[in-house]
């Protein structure tokens, strides 16, 4: 129903989305991780999640109600190699960095997340691939001080992005509006009708 405070709403979180802050998950299945990245991507204003299935793997399926609806609000592109996402994503101008424990690997802490990002998350039981680590312009861990030098995929990219949000925060980048004219006026049309 359109009133006046669901309009409003709308048009809030759709000025504090950002462009230049984006996820991309690696042969992630399991539709409750896929689901808690995406409302946590809804969360901190991301407006586009990319996906790689390699080649024969499937998207899982997400109903409404593991997702809580964060699939309506995130726009998502697929892909089935790592090679033409990264080149697509480079060719946008974003920085790409993947989650590895790698000695290369530099802390989260140590990341600017203001500037334009991709941080890339892998599937559940292997991580992220060799390919997509050795394409990624850097790779990053999540410190920790525990037993287990893991987290599930789903915290650990809530953890990357809620560090994003707070270096944007900080510096007022949800103040300002990165989508306007035309483009959020078809977007702002189009969620409306959700």
């Not at 390699?54 to 190699?81: C, E, T, Y």
């Not at 691939?129 to 893991?150: K, T, Y």
Request: proline letters at 2%; charged letters at 25%.
């Amino acid at each position: 129903m359109r009133t006046e405070a669901r309009i409003e709403k709308v048009r809030r979180v759709l000025e504090r989305r950002q462009l230049d802050l984006t996820v991309v998950l690696e042969n992630v299945h399991d539709p409750h991780n896929v689901s808690a990245v995406l409302r946590t991507c809804d969360s901190v204003g991301i407006y586009k999640v990319y996906l790689i299935y390699h080649s024969g793997q499937k998207f899982p399926d997400l109903s409404k109600r593991s997702s809580a609806s964060a699939v309506k609000w995130v726009k998502l592109q697929f892909f089935d190699n790592v090679e033409e996402c990264y080149n697509l994503l480079r060719g946008e101008g974003f920085k790409i960095y993947s989650t590895a424990l790698t000695k290369e690997a530099v802390s989260l802490y140590s990341l600017d997340l203001t500037q334009k990002v991709a941080l890339v998350f892998g599937n559940e039981h292997t991580g992220v691939s060799e390919l997509a680590v050795s394409l990624a312009d850097g790779n990053f861990r999540i410190p920790q001080v525990g037993m287990v030098e893991s987290l599930n995929i789903s915290v650990a990219c809530a953890v990357s992005l809620y560090e994003a949000f707070r270096q944007r925060n900080s510096k007022g980048m949800y103040d300002k509006p990165q989508i306007t004219g035309q483009m959020f006026e078809e977007i702002f049309q189009k969620w409306l009708q959700k």
